[in-house]
């Protein structure tokens, strides 16, 4: 059979969210400067959807930064990958500040975090060696699995007795040259419940392994610096391998991870995605180091997104929904219901009341529920929450048609 014939039969992954849905429930168009107040089709939206938690998208310092780095090196410069022709002073400047910023010795930069810890992950295990991982790790902790040659194993999420029995089962099994790597993540990005690093550091007393964490969601939100899920936990030397990526507080691309000199020195040399690929253009990278600049000097920025996070949050439960018990500034909203009552959601909410929300239904979560997230940044305001409110009271007998009681968790 032809290959290309073939797709077309492939059940979508999206299911009916694919062709009916497109540039609607996927591949949406968010138009306008980037912030809480953008159009879409045409029409103003409130935004609860993008992930750019400190509002540095809009910022103007930034947007000069931007162009007169773009005016100065070009987005070609350097061409190459970092180690051939592509590294510069910023890029080695910008890994300084980010090994100092989440208090780490030394830092690695990489040119997208998806491909970036896939590669860390292929790389750092061996035949040899065990890789345990939290059950909702995110797909490129899970592709980086499926890349790594060492044996697998996974632990049901947060379960810390369930991780211990799988060290168990690796430290009964292990050869004289075998290690182990356990990767969890330190903010759950669709729950927002954190990692339960503190535990798991804990284990390190019992049992010999290196704990990677992906702080994408945590890193410039959490801790009283920004430096993340490890610092607000208080465990932040105990993690091994921190990673963060720009994707979401610092609004750009890229990533990094943090950690020792000489394991940046091993992935420097083994991490195939960042090797065979052209380095970050010098002016994102020049963007990237006055990003941390400022996040580092605005804390009120976090501060006012998770003010924002609390009243959204608190205004959600009065009216009757059911807020997750979320430790991060995602906002997961649960209710009952098929995915026809999810893009019903989304529709309602961005047709009739100009709010722009994000919605899934199974296979993402279990079948029979729907989760609207919404994600807080620092540049909404209270105008913002209140009409948000209003909307999602008007919908009410929507959501809640087919449930009897509405629940506040
Ligand atoms: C938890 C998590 N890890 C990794 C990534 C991938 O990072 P990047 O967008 O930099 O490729 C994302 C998404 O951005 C994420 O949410």
Redesign the pocket.
Known sequence: MDLFDKLVERPSPLGPFTSEGYGYYTFPKLEGPLGPDMKFNGKDVVVWSINDYLGIGANETIKKVDADAAAKYSFSAPMGARLMTGNSDEHEALEKELADFVHKPDALLLN????G?MSVIHSLVDRNDFLIYDELS?A?IVDGKQLAMSETAVFKHNDIEGLERQLQRAVNRMKPNSSILVVT?GVF?MTGDLGKLKEIVALKEKYPFRLLV?D??GFGTLGHDGSGAGTELGCQDGIDIYFG????SVAL???FVATEPRVIEFLKANARSQIFAKSLPIALVVSARERIKLIRENPQWRDKLWENAKKLRKGLREIGYNVLPSESPVTPVLTEGSTELCTTIMRELREKHGIFVSGVAYPVVPKGMVLIRLIPMATHTDKHIDKTLKAFEAIKPIVFKDVNVSKSA
């Open positions: 997208y975090g998806y491909q810890i995110h490129c993540e990005g992906d994408a969601h990526t720009f994707a979401k691309i890229g990533a």
